[in-house]
């Protein structure tokens, strides 16, 4: 039962965090921090602590991909317009938009390095999987 | 380490047998979320023992089941910004990458998955699943000026 209290523990840290008027990356930093902490007081045990981290990284590979999803994915682009009504997407703007994510002064989640961090894992699953 | 070992076994075991039936016996790469859901539970099972406490057990092995699945979507469906940062320095980049066609694939899928319908409306399924996205992100993380 504990991991399933721990779900609604970081649910419900993740839902208060969310209430901040904040960018999301800072939102998820402060996710992280409070997560933590918690983990840390409440585990006197390594091998609990250990489930608990593995865990938490695993929910907020989740909710990363709740948002990700909401913003970025290219059929919820694509449902969106036909829900409202507007002009679906061409391949040109499509890549427009993604190249904007490599400029530098791009701070918001979906930045450089997180797709750094994604294509060393991509490559490594694509030369066993494909 | 009682709970971890397992997981991290289930989770090798099906990496190592996905690519045997991908690579080696040439399975349709269509199947690849069947597969991922058929063989984890398989390997999850296999590597129980009476020790672990059964619901932290499934608690552990959903959440990470989850989590391989929405990794293995950018494997198998590509992901345009991957493709974009494989190929960033290359001189054709914008040919390239509308040779893709991500948008008219990604529409396909749509149709496919019966979300929409021919004439580009959203099915029942499709604003269940549209609806539901966005209260989840509202929920949990959302845009400040959204």
Request: hydrophobic share 50%.
């Amino acid at each position: 039962m504990r991991l399933i209290e721990l779900f609604f523990i970081f649910s419900f840290l993740t839902i208060l965090i969310n209430l901040i008027k904040i960018n999301p990356r800072e939102k998820m930093i402060i996710n992280m921090f409070g997560a933590l902490v918690l983990i840390f007081k409440f585990n006197d045990n390594v091998d609990t602590m250990v489930i608990d981290i593995f865990f938490y990284l695993c929910f907020l590979y989740v909710i990363l991909n709740i948002y990700t999803t909401r913003y970025s994915s290219i059929r919820m682009n694509l449902m969106s317009s036909m829900m409202l009504k507007k002009k679906i997407m061409t391949e040109n703007e499509l890549f427009i938009n993604r190249m904007k994510r490599f400029n530098k002064k791009n701070k918001s989640i979906m930045s450089f390095n997180l797709f750094y961090i994604t294509d060393k894992l991509v490559k490594i699953f694509r030369n066993l999987l494909i | 380490m009682i709970l971890f070992l397992p997981i991290i076994k289930t989770l090798l075991f099906c990496i190592i047998f996905q690519s045997v039936f991908f690579k080696l016996l040439k399975i349709s790469k269509k199947l690849w979320p069947h597969t991922t859901i058929v063989l984890y539970i398989f390997f999850s099972y296999f590597n129980y023992n009476l020790g672990i406490d059964i619901t932290e057990y499934v608690a552990l092995n959903l959440m990470v089941l989850i989590s391989y699945i929405l990794f293995l979507t950018i494997i198998f469906n590509e992901s345009p910004s991957v493709f974009l940062f494989q190929n960033i320095k290359k001189k054709d980049l914008k040919k390239r990458f509308k040779k893709k066609n991500f948008i008219k694939h990604r529409h396909n899928l749509l149709k496919k998955k019966k979300l929409i319908t021919s004439k580009n409306v959203l099915t029942k399924k499709g604003t269940f699943l549209y609806k539901n996205i966005i209260i989840l992100s509202n929920l949990f993380l959302k845009e400040t000026n959204s």
